[in-house]
């Protein structure tokens, strides 16, 4: 894939969303709960493409919950394919509510792709300095890391920096078990 007009990403939470409307965001991936409106923002913003992809911030069922599954990653490779075959110079912005999980592991996926001769750790290093607070969501990565043949690299990377996140911040701990998340948690700390 040529990746020459892929040099510009954002990745941002709904409450951000309205300070990227001037800076030439040709491609939007949006991942939004089931059931959450659509933003409003995108009114505002020059033309663009957009697709929306709709499931919860989860890893393992529940009641109610809309796990992400192979066919979205499927669906963020294909918006990366899409957006690579345009021509021109893209800019891609990925969001989701908060900007820290979903839409974190959509973007490392778009690298991995986009890349596939970088090593895993430091796509996820670009990753984390493009935006600090990033706790990809493992579930998905685990199907990137499948279908893009990185033999368990991006997990790795991802596992690596979920246990970064946990020295810094060690509040996250109990609030990511209380979000369903613990299996992130305990793979971080096994180490």
């Known amino acids: 894939m ?3 007009n892929l040099s510009l990403h954002t990745v941002c939470g709904l409450d951000e969303l309205a300070e990227h409307q001037a800076r030439g965001v040709s491609h939007i991936l949006s991942i939004l709960d089931p059931d959450r409106a659509d933003p409003e923002a ?11 992809l709709r499931f919860h911030d989860a890893i393992e069922p529940g009641p109610g919950i809309v796990l ?23 800019h891609i ?6 900007g820290i999980s979903r839409s974190t592991a959509a973007l490392a996926t778009l690298f991995a792709q986009a890349e596939p001769d ?17 706790w990809p969501n493992a ?4 199907f ?3 279908m893009l043949g990185r033999r ?13 996140q946990l020295r810094k911040r060690p509040h996250l701990d109990q609030l990511m078990r209380d979000l369903g998340r613990g299996a992130e948690v305990d793979a971080a700390l096994r180490g």
């Open 139 to 142: 579930r998905m990565i685990a």
């Open 93 to 98: 912005l990925v969001h989701c509510h908060v």
């Open 118 to 134: 970088t090593p895993a750790d430091m796509l996820i290093a670009r990753l984390h300095a493009q935006r600090e607070k990033a």
């Open 42 to 52: 995108f009114g505002t913003y020059g033309t663009h493409r957009r697709i929306v």
């Open 144 to 146: 990137a890391d499948e």
């Open 68 to 90: 992400p599954e192979r066919e979205d990653v499927a669906a963020i490779l294909a918006f990366g394919r899409e957006a690579a075959a345009d021509g021109g110079e893209v």
């Open 2 to 4: 040529n990746t020459e």
């Open 152 to 164: 368990g690299s991006l997990s790795e990377a991802v596992r690596q920096l979920h246990a970064l």
